[in-house]
């Protein structure tokens, strides 16, 4: 079981081992870990600590995409809780009602996603582009155009304080990952929603109510996007309703992709995906670390992501079986010739159909 | 009445439009002048010319997220080419337009033999197009032509003082070639056949890898022919510049009645999606009193809008199919 999981993961381990053997040549000091100051600090917990809003926004969108949806507006979703969080701990609202509210600011969001995507049938892409236009004018009418500053020190705890000397920010990933992976895992949900993923109507027929699980994976995807909308308020200590998140669904779908997960829904990892948004990150710190000139960050970063995704890519595996498969069917042939001893039958034929996908 | 149900949301784009702008006019009687009209045409010129490559991309039922670096590319590589070198600002354009055809053909070409979504291969496009330009230069950098004066200078003074711009008429020039592209070539008939279902297509005998790679070579070319004319207009390339525009012209296509799934929809919805989008931010200009941010709230309403009525029109005809049928 955990030798089987490991498998899936590990194109993205050997992925994320190669880069930070990578920057490594460059940056030699890129292992080091320090404990000063009662936290620890180096390059690899810069990049886990920076990771952090991606990493949060691909466990929901991870569970999106398993249905075959895609969220597009968890960064502007990002930039209203964080404005909403911002302006309710600015009018004296305590930290916990601000966390609570901007939490359902989030879960509501997912909610309207949902129902459109489910109840109404709009494609998952246009409802979720509605929320991402129109949200950035929210979250601007909440900070009414401006930097809405704090300086509640609880609130700003999220996203720069520590717990045990690991950074907050990385806490909150790792247990909302291993939270929704839990509950995907040992109850039947992962597998519902796989099921979902991969044929709807097909689900429905089955008895599972796809309708209220779509819903539930945006408001999941709201969720999470609201910690990480938290995570980037706290860390600057205001809430920007213009840069919030800007562009950074694109990275969460990146992360979630370039965790093995198929566009096309069915089978998922939230794990994969959560290493995938580190494999970003890594590429993001460590071409700064390794000394190129911030011009080349794009280029480098978008070369690398499409090496990763064309070694990936379902095609090349395809060719790769049939090669195999070609091989196997030659050797099968010379072995007819021989004695007929062998089992004859073993060598399934292969459709034409099945190889050229 | 025997209009054809597909025509629907093309007309409904076309009313709210119309509709929209009767509402301004009432209020702003100046809204109706030459001038807003040119202005309005002047402002969106980029933004129209790219949505007409957008809308070909989803009329086949894919999506190009590269197209708003690939502008702010253009614009860079001009300003640079011409900065550093004698070259004919027109010979520059040829250039340029060979580069970003090219580049949407390389799309293409990885969204098919590697089978890989257009989404994410075209989001590496942006990274890609967003990252040339910022090697290029990371400063924006004025044009100084006298080429380009020309080409700035360039309109044709309607009754009542308005200007139509070159590039406003270039960008009409393209919505007229994109829809006869789209409407009457071959290539067009295999865009929608592929927006209807790859097998389909490919039972219909549409070149379904040669289309594909056309479709975005296409909207490459658009995307460079847009970056031409929004260098025009700003006078300067800035890598930063656009930002985002990929999904304004998405959504100024699904405004226009295209539906997003492929396979049906009209070059000319975009260019009223386009002008519907444009006539918002000019009434927020002429109110005064509005903030800017309603811009996007009040296109994000629309874009729900036309989506609700395109669902219930699709609604409406299947019945009317199956009605037929019983």
């Not at chain 1, 995907?184 to 429905?204: C, P, Q, Y």
């Not at chain 2, 296409?218 to 985002?244: C, E, K, N, Q, R």
Request: one cysteine or more; proline letters at 3%; charged letters at 10%.
């Amino acid at each position: 079981m955990i030798g089987r999981s490991l498998l899936r993961l590990l194109p993205q381990i050997v992925s994320l081992l190669a880069l930070i053997g990578l920057v490594s040549v460059f940056f030699p000091t890129f292992l080091q870990i320090d404990f000063s100051d009662g936290r620890l600090v180096g390059p690899m917990i810069d990049i886990v600590k920076r990771g952090a809003p991606v990493a949060l926004l691909a466990v929901g969108m991870t569970l999106v995409i398993a249905t075959r949806g895609i969220d597009l507006s968890v960064g502007t979703v990002m930039a209203i809780c964080g404005a909403a969080a911002a302006w309710a701990v600015s009018s004296g609202y305590g930290t916990v009602p601000s966390l609570i509210l901007a939490l359902l600011v989030g879960l509501a969001a997912g909610l309207w996603n949902g129902i459109l995507v489910s109840v109404i049938g709009i494609q998952p892409i246009v409802a979720t582009l509605i929320l991402m236009t129109a949200g950035r004018g929210i979250a601007q009418l909440i900070t009414e155009g401006r930097i809405l500053t704090f300086s509640d020190p609880d609130f700003a705890t999220i996203g720069s304080g520590t717990l045990f000397g690991v950074p907050f920010p990385v806490v909150l990933w790792l247990l909302t990952g291993i939270g929704f992976a839990l509950m995907m895992r040992w109850t039947a949900l992962g597998l519902l929603i796989e099921s979902v993923g991969i044929n709807r109507r097909a689900s429905a027929l089955i008895g599972i109510n796809a309708r209220v699980l779509l819903i539930a994976v945006y408001m999941a995807s709201g969720l999470c996007a609201a910690i990480a909308g938290l995570v980037v308020t706290a860390d600057i200590r205001g809430a920007d309703a213009n840069n919030a998140g800007l562009w950074l669904e694109l990275d969460a779908i990146l992360a979630v992709v370039i965790g093995g997960n198929s566009l096309l829904g069915g089978r998922f990892s939230i794990t994969a995906s959560i290493l995938g948004a580190m494999i970003i990150q890594t590429i993001d710190t460590g071409i700064l670390l390794a000394g190129f000139p911030s011009e080349y960050n794009l280029v480098i970063k978008a070369v690398l992501v499409l090496t990763i995704l064309v070694v990936q890519s379902p095609n090349l595996s395809a060719q790769w079986l049939w090669a195999r498969q070609a091989l196997a069917r030659r050797r099968a042939l010379r072995d007819e010739a021989a004695p007929q001893s062998g089992p004859r039958m073993t060598e399934r034929p292969v459709p034409e159909s099945e190889v050229s996908r | 009445m025997t209009i054809n149900t597909r025509l629907y949301p093309l007309l409904a784009t076309i009313a709210i439009f119309v509709i929209a702008y009767a509402l301004s006019y009432t209020q702003f009687p100046a809204m109706l002048s030459t001038r807003v009209v040119g202005n309005l045409l002047t402002d969106n010129a980029y933004l129209g010319i790219v949505a007409v490559g957008m809308t070909i991309v989803i009329l086949s039922g894919g999506i190009d997220l590269s197209v708003g670096s690939v502008i702010a590319f253009s614009g860079v590589f001009i300003a640079v080419v011409l900065r550093e070198t004698s070259l004919h600002p027109l010979m520059v354009f040829a250039l340029l337009l060979v580069l970003s055809t090219a580049f949407g053909a390389a799309m293409g070409g990885i969204i098919h033999w590697l089978a890989m979504p257009s989404f994410i291969v075209t989001l590496a496009g942006m990274f890609l197009a967003r990252g040339a330009a910022y090697m290029l230069t990371i400063d924006s950098v004025p044009i100084a032509h006298p080429f380009y004066d020309l080409l700035q200078g360039a309109y044709w003074l309607m009754p009542g003082k308005g200007r139509l711009t070159l590039i406003g008429v270039a960008m009409l020039l393209t919505v007229a070639v994109g829809a006869l592209i789209a409407h009457r070539t071959r290539f067009g008939a295999s865009v929608f056949a592929l927006g209807g279902g790859e097998q389909a297509a490919r039972l219909m005998g549409a070149k379904v890898g040669r289309t594909t790679v056309m479709i975005y070579a296409f909207s490459g070319f658009m995307a460079g022919l847009s970056g031409i004319v929004f260098s025009i207009y700003t006078g300067s390339g800035y890598p930063l510049a656009t930002v985002g525009t990929e999904l304004t012209a998405i959504a100024a296509v699904v405004i226009g009645g295209t539906i997003l799934t492929g396979g049906a929809g009209y070059v000319v919805g975009t260019l009223f999606g386009v002008l519907t989008m444009g006539l918002i931010q000019t009434y927020i200009v002429f109110d005064g009193s509005l903030s800017s941010w309603w811009t996007k709230i009040v296109i994000g309403l629309l874009l729900l809008l036309f989506i609700l009525l395109q669902k219930g029109l699709l609604r409406l005809s299947q019945s009317r199919i199956s009605a037929g049928h019983a």
